[in-house]
């Protein structure tokens, strides 16, 4: 079993910035070869895939929604996964929730390619 912990979000005003964080852990096997995965869903919107990066760092994917604002990073020696989201709007508003698979080198952004989903944490952008 596989639990996804997120963490850093909040009410921030329109251009600043928000720092998201996820913790994944599992008992009895290592999570390297694990893709993960930011998502996000607004109110009567459907959940959309934000960004992605490889099990080892190598390849990451964005929405071009969200291209050349936010940054997705992860650290596997602390099992964590950060999205830095800069010049933010209010159209960002949404819960953001971050999600893991086994993928050793593949980086899909389709929600059904995830087996494992954080609860979300609410990210609110004021005009």
């Known amino acids: 079993q596989v639990q996804v912990v997120e963490s850093g979000g909040g009410l921030v005003q329109s251009g600043g910035s928000l720092r998201l964080s996820c913790v994944a852990s599992?008992?009895?096997?290592?999570?390297?070869?694990?893709?993960m995965g930011w998502f996000r869903q607004a109110p009567g919107k459907e959940r959309e895939g934000v960004s992605c990066?490889?099990?080892?760092?190598?390849?990451?994917y964005y929405a071009d929604s969200v291209k050349g604002r936010f940054t997705i990073s992860r650290d596997n020696a602390k099992n964590m996964v950060y999205l830095q989201m800069n010049s933010l709007k209010p159209e960002d508003t949404a819960v953001y929730y971050c999600?893991?698979?086994?993928?050793?080198?593949?980086?899909?952004?389709?929600?059904?390619?995830?087996?494992?989903w954080g609860q979300g944490t609410q990210v609110t952008v004021s005009s």
């Open positions: 599992a008992s009895g096997f290592s999570l390297d070869s694990f893709v």
């Open positions: 999600a893991t698979t086994y993928s050793p080198t593949m980086c899909p952004i389709m929600r059904d390619d995830y087996n494992y």
């Open positions: 990066i490889s099990s080892r760092g190598r390849t990451t």
